[in-house]
């Protein structure tokens, strides 16, 4: 071995074990933080509201886990050295014994939390939504254009549902600003398009009293679009955290899915240890310094207090921020992916990432036998470069599901696997939908 690759090999070695340690202390850091914010929040929460809000610090049995309605273990599951060491035992024991007065609860569930925005985009759900009953998803439909064809061939085709299904801190403009406007004139024709924003997502309702598990999701999807537009059939298309959510509905309903096409799917294989959940934690939330999304993805997934921070600063004041960013870049208008990283409350993106992205983790091996069973066409499009959704997602796929269709897109990543060939892309998706029209 040459003296140069001797000397570049402990480099690299000496760089890792660095990172590593340094990572682990500021970790550490970062753990006690959460202990501080813990007891913080929970004060500035009765002294705003009059209860403080729950929280997963303490909660050793955190819900009931049985198929979809489970409540992710990673909530309670996860390690913080201080907390285990005894620091929010006193905090709690003094503020129960100064728990006084009656708090209306009814009036709590249907307002917004003092650290969530309170502007009119945010809450205008509010104002169509009285009870639970009466809560239903924002989805913005394009109609088909058959009308207007009257007396061609394709006019007397049938009408094809297609419902959409956005990711992780997104919205239904994720796919009318790709898809829709790149759909062939066949599609636009005899097509009927639902792009819907999930609970607690964009135009949604953002009910603070729920747990967005799995079935909270597709449960408001069954009822804002399936019920409610009276769907005999329809095909399901997904990215990311939405894969998750379009393959329990497909499963719940294998007999009128025509197709389920996955983009950047984040199914990763079950550990098979009983720790599902959080072996997918793990691996979609590492805690690294470096890189800088990483860093930051696993603040927001490990620490609830210092993410509900980082909400307040950011999403509660997210007019400001657009003013400056207005200023900065001058433009009059900020592109879609920008304003949809605030259209949501810490409620609903931190529940939502733990009971649907990492509690369904034990459940995808289910739902892929019934859509076996049942014959529903799947397929999954992935890019080569998804550094949040490995490729190795859609591979354990097509080893459940031996029929599927995987494509991999070359130098591709989780969202420039559509971004970067929008209208190549809405070809391979008018393919799919051409293929499955014979299922029914």
Not at 100 to 127: A, F, L, P, Q, Y
């Amino acid at each position: 071995m040459s003296p140069g690759t001797f000397s570049g090999k402990w480099a690299r070695k000496f760089a890792t074990n660095f990172h590593t340690c340094l990572s682990f202390i500021v970790f550490l850091w970062l753990d006690f933080v959460e202990v501080i914010l813990c007891v913080i929040f929970r004060y500035l929460d009765k002294f705003f509201e009059g209860k403080a809000s729950a929280c997963q610090c303490l909660r050793s049995n955190y819900g009931i886990r049985n198929e979809e309605n489970e409540v992710s273990e990673t909530l309670h599951g996860r390690k913080n050295i201080f907390r285990e060491m005894g620091f929010l035992r006193f905090p709690r024991k003094w503020d129960d014994s100064k728990k006084t007065g009656i708090v209306d609860h009814e009036v709590m569930k249907n307002s917004h939390r003092w650290s969530d925005c309170g502007c009119e985009s945010c809450v205008s759900w509010m104002n169509n939504c009285v009870q639970d009953d009466e809560q239903k998803l924002h989805v913005q439909i394009k109609e088909p254009l058959q009308e207007g064809i009257e007396g061609s061939r394709e006019s007397t085709a049938a009408i094809e549902n297609v419902i959409f299904l956005h990711g992780f801190l997104s919205s239904s403009s994720f796919w009318t600003e790709t898809v829709f406007p790149n759909l062939s004139d066949h599609q636009r024709n005899n097509y009927r398009l639902f792009a819907v924003d999930l609970l607690g997502f964009g135009r949604s309702p953002k009910p603070r009293d729920k747990l967005y598990t799995l079935r909270d999701h597709f449960e408001m999807i069954e009822k804002s679009v399936i019920s409610q537009f009276d769907l005999k059939s329809f095909h399901l298309v997904a990215h990311s955290m939405g894969c998750i959510i379009a393959l329990a509905l497909a499963a719940k309903h294998p007999s009128i899915v025509r197709s389920i096409t996955l983009v950047a799917p984040p199914c990763f294989p079950d550990s098979r240890d009983g720790a599902a959940s959080l072996a997918v934690l793990k691996r979609v939330a590492e805690k690294r310094l470096w890189p800088l999304p990483t860093f930051g993805t696993a603040i927001m997934s490990w620490y609830e207090h210092l993410g509900r921070c980082l909400c307040f600063f950011i999403c509660r004041h997210h007019r400001t921020w657009e003013k400056i960013l207005k200023l900065l870049t001058q433009r009059r208008e900020l592109h879609f992916l920008i304003m949809d990283l605030t259209k949501h409350t810490h409620q609903s993106a931190w529940h939502s990432m733990h009971n649907v992205i990492c509690g369904a983790a034990g459940h995808i091996d289910g739902y892929l036998e019934r859509l076996v069973k049942s014959g529903v066409k799947v397929c999954a499009i992935h890019g080569d470069r998804d550094q949040t959704a490995p490729v190795e997602c859609s591979h354990y796929i097509k080893t459940k599901v031996p029929d599927a269709d995987i494509n991999i897109i070359s130098k591709a990543g989780h969202k420039t696997v559509i971004f970067r060939r929008t209208k190549e892309f809405t070809r391979s998706l008018e393919r799919v939908w051409a293929s499955s029209a014979e299922r029914l």
